[in-house]
């Protein structure tokens, strides 16, 4: 299993509302990740965690958590957004171990489209 | 100096043509590189690591400077099936080495 998967793959929410994306990878890598994108922008990192553990936020607002159940499995908790916020949000992930050549060689999964009203 | 700095595009070319895509880093302690590509609406795939010796997959050849902290990709005989946006990708060592820059991307369009 080579693949990097997503869910819900599109996402309609009011700005009061909670909800989640999940993502889900069983390449056994050890680093997962969060990004984000815009129309026409590149991705901006968002989150990494390396062997579970938070290892960068890069000044996300606390309406974005994320959170990473196992190994295999990345979460972000979305709450209160703003319309802003509506863009692609895309998981990834890689090997992550040391010693490995390929150790950030990074995967992307198909994303989550969110539109915030 | 941008971080990652790739030529703005877009590129039109026939099929067939050679194309090459250049891109410039910042951080000359920068380890890892690698070329992606990106659908209209869809995510980046990894299209080639680069490494110091350059490497080559079928019609895709990358090169790396690090004299001149240069990466380049050339795509020969270029196929409508090319057409999407490449993105110029480099990890930023000295903070943590999972964080990858990504350039802005250059739209290639290969037409018929």
């Known amino acids: 299993d080579t693949e990097v998967t997503q869910t819900p793959k599109h996402l309609v929410m009011g700005m009061t509302n909670k909800k989640s994306l999940k993502c889900e990878q069983h390449?056994?890598?050890?680093?997962m990740y969060w990004y984000k994108q815009k129309a026409k922008k590149p991705p901006e990192l968002m989150f990494v965690?390396?062997?579970?553990?938070?290892?960068i936020n890069e000044s996300v607002p606390s309406r974005f958590s994320p959170e990473c159940p196992n190994s295999s499995l990345l979460n972000l908790h979305l709450h209160a957004l703003q319309p802003e916020d509506s863009a692609l949000y895309l998981c990834?992930?890689?090997?992550?171990?040391?010693?490995?050549?390929?150790?950030?060689?990074?995967?992307f999964g198909p994303g989550t489209r969110l539109t915030v009203l | 100096r941008k971080e990652v700095e790739q030529d703005p595009g877009p590129f039109n070319v026939p099929e067939g043509a050679t194309v090459a895509f250049n891109c410039t880093y910042s951080?000359?302690?920068?380890?890892?590189f690698f070329w992606y590509r990106q659908d209209c609406r869809k995510e980046p795939k990894l299209l080639m690591s680069?490494?110091?010796s350059g490497n080559e997959d079928g019609r895709f050849t990358a090169q790396l400077n690090r004299a001149s902290q240069y990466i380049s990709l050339l795509i020969r005989d270029s196929k409508l099936s090319d057409s999407a946006t490449y993105l110029c990708?480099?990890?930023?060592?000295?903070?943590?080495?999972?964080?990858?820059?990504f350039g802005k991307g250059t739209l290639l369009t290969v037409n018929p």
């Open positions: 965690y390396s062997y579970e553990k938070l290892s």
């Open positions: 390449m056994g890598h050890r680093a």
């Open positions: 990708v480099v990890n930023q060592s000295g903070g943590s080495n999972y964080k990858l820059t």
């Open positions: 680069v490494y110091s």
């Open positions: 951080n000359s302690a920068s380890q890892s």
């Open positions: 990834a992930s890689s090997p992550g171990a040391w010693g490995d050549p390929s150790y950030n060689e990074q995967f």
